[in-house]
């Protein structure tokens, strides 16, 4: 089946410091890879997606990589800011399908 | 801005009172989902609608109904609240059932 594993939080930064959690998927085919953000008592907001292996998705100053040969779509960003705390999920879809499978998640708290 | 919108943002009921949630998008999107959200957890797929193909999850309850009257419009209907069901409830849409999906602002439901 579809999952994905995702870097356990919390994960708390100062403000300036580098972002990456970890996302690892298994799945038949060559799926497609999101990491969505959710703002306290927010929905889910795209961040980025990636549809093929070696497309970069990047939005905000946040990248992510598809990686076929890890199966893995890793979030970086270079420098964070206090506005984005929130938490990130990693999701696939498989190819021609409607159903997302997340990640359980992964809280950060970025401190001025 | 086209956008999927969810009313109302919070829901009081109380147990076992019937209780109906809103969705509306002006993407003109063919899929309608709908998620429920427990506290740090990811959401979970209850069910959707392709068009007017509704397709229910398998581990959804009984409880949980649906109804697309229109392209633009989807509720979600749950028929005797439990405790358990207290949650946030996620409407997304897609253009179809292998595009990125976008997602409301959410309702939060709290069952007393």
């Known amino acids: 089946g579809n999952s994905v594993t995702q870097m356990e939080g919390p994960v708390t930064l100062s403000e300036e410091a580098f972002l990456t959690i970890n996302c690892t998927y298994t799945?038949?085919?060559?799926?497609?890879l999101f990491w969505y953000v959710q703002y306290p008592g927010e929905g889910l907001q795209l961040l980025l997606k990636a549809t093929k292996a070696d497309d970069k998705g990047s939005n905000k100053g946040f990248e992510a990589t598809y990686r076929k040969e890890t199966t893995s779509f890793h979030l970086e960003k270079g420098s964070v800011q206090v506005s984005d705390s929130a938490v990130y999920f990693c999701?696939?879809?498989?190819?021609?399908?409607?159903?997302?499978?997340f990640g359980a998640g992964t809280t950060v708290t970025v401190r001025a | 801005d086209a956008m999927v919108i969810q009313n109302p943002r919070y829901q009081v009921t109380q147990f076992g009172k019937p209780v109906t949630l809103s969705c509306s998008q002006t993407?003109?999107?063919?899929?309608m989902y709908w998620y429920q959200q427990k506290s740090s957890q990811a959401p979970k797929l209850l069910f959707h609608?392709?068009?007017?193909?509704?397709?229910n999850e398998a581990d959804t309850p009984d409880n949980f109904q649906s109804r697309r009257p229109n392209t633009s419009f989807c509720f979600l209907d749950i028929r005797s609240p439990g405790l358990g069901d207290a949650a946030m409830y996620l409407c997304?849409?897609?253009?179809?059932?292998?595009?990125?999906?976008?997602f409301g602002p959410g309702t939060r439901l709290t069952v007393l």
């Open positions: 997304a849409t897609s253009r179809d059932s292998y595009n990125e999906q976008f």
């Open positions: 799945a038949t085919g060559y799926p497609s």
């Open positions: 999701a696939l879809s498989p190819l021609g399908d409607y159903k997302l499978s």
């Open positions: 993407l003109n999107h063919n899929v």
């Open positions: 609608y392709y068009d007017k193909d509704f397709n």
